[in-house]
């Protein structure tokens, strides 16, 4: 696979997952940290993560379509993602340790994958 590719693929997970929190967040957090939430301010909060998702994969899948440089919207991408794992680290015990362990793995991943796309496609 391409690195521009991958991006696109990157990216329009992005906006798939951001979407999802963004219209389901009562769903999506239950999925997330594996208990019932609070409406508000979950509900919220949730919401803000999802635009954020969709924002940051939408400006990588348009740098991308138009030929335009796409390493910033990566790099913030992948700090995104790297907020995302120190969350999940700071509750590790609360989330229980498979959820936390998965949620690791793709947050890491990620930001791992988003950086190296970042310096390739520089």
Do not use: C, H, Y
Request: hydrophobic residues 50%; charged residues 20%.
């Amino acid at each position: 696979m391409e690195d521009r590719d991958a991006a696109r693929l990157l990216a329009w997970g992005r906006i798939a997952i951001g979407g999802v929190l963004f219209l389901m967040p009562k769903r999506a957090a239950r999925l997330w940290t594996g208990g019932e939430q609070p409406d508000f301010p979950t509900n919220m909060i949730v919401r803000g993560l999802g635009a954020r998702d969709v924002i940051l994969g939408a400006g990588t899948a348009a740098a991308l379509e138009s030929d335009r440089s796409v390493s910033t919207w990566l790099q913030a991408s992948a700090a995104a993602d790297a907020s995302d794992a120190l969350g999940t680290l700071g509750s590790f015990r609360e989330l229980g340790k498979l959820r936390a362990i998965g949620l690791l793995a793709l947050e890491v991943g990620a930001t791992v994958l988003g950086l190296s796309l970042a310096e390739s496609l520089e």
